[in-house]
């Protein structure tokens, strides 16, 4: 099948799948997931395939959900044509049920029969950490930078994954600053299965990847529905969804228009800017970042 925003190819045992908007640094579009999510299908369906890789092309994994209005999809035939989202079985209606959408998009790969290995380089930011953890095993370059930069000014996380993956004083730090973590760190705490120099990388992943695919299909699928299910015994599901709930109230906090403010009247650079100014990372690096902005809903009227 032919795909705009990813690229499918299998060799041997390995289906690569490969986020393709690197000038966009894989920026999560509506029609880019909802491409990855058919292309995870393809690969399910070959009876050839035994383990998937997902990786990207250029600098970065992904800097997160687009936030332009190029996230909505109008004609793509890989969503649904009548939410313009990824298909979930329901349109997602209403204003506030993004996170909702995207915790059921990804339990595709959560629930897909064959395991996915997640090659991440560069940033791995918001939407991208989400993708990442919900597959079966993360290998890291040393320096990449994995973050949730929105809860600085945005919503709660979309979908959160931190108190499953990390140690608990870990996950309340990168839940509620934003800080961003480098692949190494992310290794010593757990979510990472190793981490490597950039430059070994591709080949360590495929190696990884090579070494599971000795094992028949059918075992790689009962091991993962094995561990699976003891995580939704202990309550995964219900407890992503229930954060999905959480997002949608702190998307109605009464600083939330703050954000919203910023992009209609100066635009996403601008507001991005103003979101990580004070913390001076991100693009609150750049100089024209407003370092000493006032907490937001906290602005002295003139």
Not at 113 to 133: M, R
Not at 146 to 152: A, C, D, K, N, W
Not at 155 to 168: A, R, S, V
Request: glycine share 6%; hydrophobic share 40%.
């Amino acid at each position: 099948m032919a795909y705009q925003d990813v690229v499918y190819e299998s060799e041997g045992r390995i289906a690569t799948i490969t986020l393709n908007r690197p000038e966009k640094l894989n920026a999560l579009s509506n029609n880019l997931r909802g491409e990855l999510m058919e292309a995870m299908r393809d690969a399910e369906a070959d009876d050839q395939v035994g383990v998937i890789i997902l990786k990207s092309a250029g600098r970065s994994f992904s800097a997160g959900y687009d936030l332009s209005p190029a996230r909505s999809a109008d004609t793509d035939e890989h969503v649904d044509k009548r939410s313009k989202l990824p298909v979930t079985g329901t349109t997602h209606p209403g204003a506030t049920q993004w996170a909702r959408h995207v915790v059921m998009t990804n339990w595709t790969i959560w629930e897909l029969a064959k395991p996915v290995v997640c090659q991440i380089q560069g940033h791995c930011l918001a939407g991208g950490t989400e993708l990442a953890s919900v597959c079966d095993f993360r290998i890291v370059a040393e320096d990449a930078q994995i973050g949730y930069p929105p809860v600085r000014a945005m919503t709660t996380m979309d979908m959160m994954w931190t108190p499953w993956l990390l140690p608990p004083a870990k996950a309340r730090e990168f839940a509620y600053i934003g800080d961003s973590f480098s692949g190494r760190e992310m290794w010593r705490l757990g979510w990472a299965n190793y981490a490597m120099p950039k430059e070994e990388l591709d080949e360590f992943v495929r190696t990884f990847a090579e070494r599971m695919s000795h094992i028949d299909n059918e075992m790689l699928m009962y091991s993962k529905r094995a561990v699976n299910r003891q995580y939704e015994t202990m309550g995964i599901r219900e407890a992503l969804h229930s954060g999905t709930e959480i997002q949608a109230l702190s998307a109605q906090r009464a600083a939330a228009s703050a954000w919203g403010k910023k992009v209609r009247d100066e635009g996403l650079k601008a507001a991005l800017e103003w979101r990580d100014g004070p913390f001076r990372d991100f693009r609150g690096a750049y100089d024209s970042a407003p370092k000493d902005r006032a907490v937001a809903g906290m602005e002295k009227s003139e």
